[in-house]
């Protein structure tokens, strides 16, 4: 069974900063793209940041120049870093990972259960 656990969120100044770790586990063959998105109260989810397997980046115009994806293939995981945040930063931010695992070799879109993140003004 493949899962992915999120943490680093939490309650943090405008301007400051969070960085978000997320990582994967189980029966995993390969892992494709990862991303982040966050779902704000009464607004739909939204891809923040998303990051290919050759370390291509892609970012919601929104957070560019401030927030930065990364991932560690080793460690099956990927990281936001989240600097000069602002109160409409807040959000639940979800870890989405494209993976194919094993032994069926099957392709799928995972997604954590979330972590917390308030900008308070």
């Known amino acids: 069974q493949v899962q992915l656990a999120e943490s680093g969120g939490g309650l943090v100044q405008a301007g400051g900063s969070l960085r978000l770790s997320c990582t994967s586990s189980?029966?995993?063959?390969?892992?494709?793209?990862m991303g982040w998105y966050r779902q704000a109260p009464g607004k739909q989810r939204e891809l923040v940041a998303a990051i290919t397997s050759g370390g291509i980046t892609n970012y919601a115009d929104s957070v560019k120049d401030r927030f930065t994806i990364s991932r560690d293939n080793a460690k099956n995981a990927v990281y936001l870093q989240m600097n000069s945040l602002k109160p409409e930063d807040t959000a639940v931010y979800y870890c989405n990972a494209d993976i194919t695992d094993w032994p069926r070799k099957t392709r799928h879109d995972y997604w954590g259960q979330g972590t917390q993140v308030t900008v308070s003004s």
């Open positions: 189980g029966r995993i063959f390969s892992i494709n793209a």
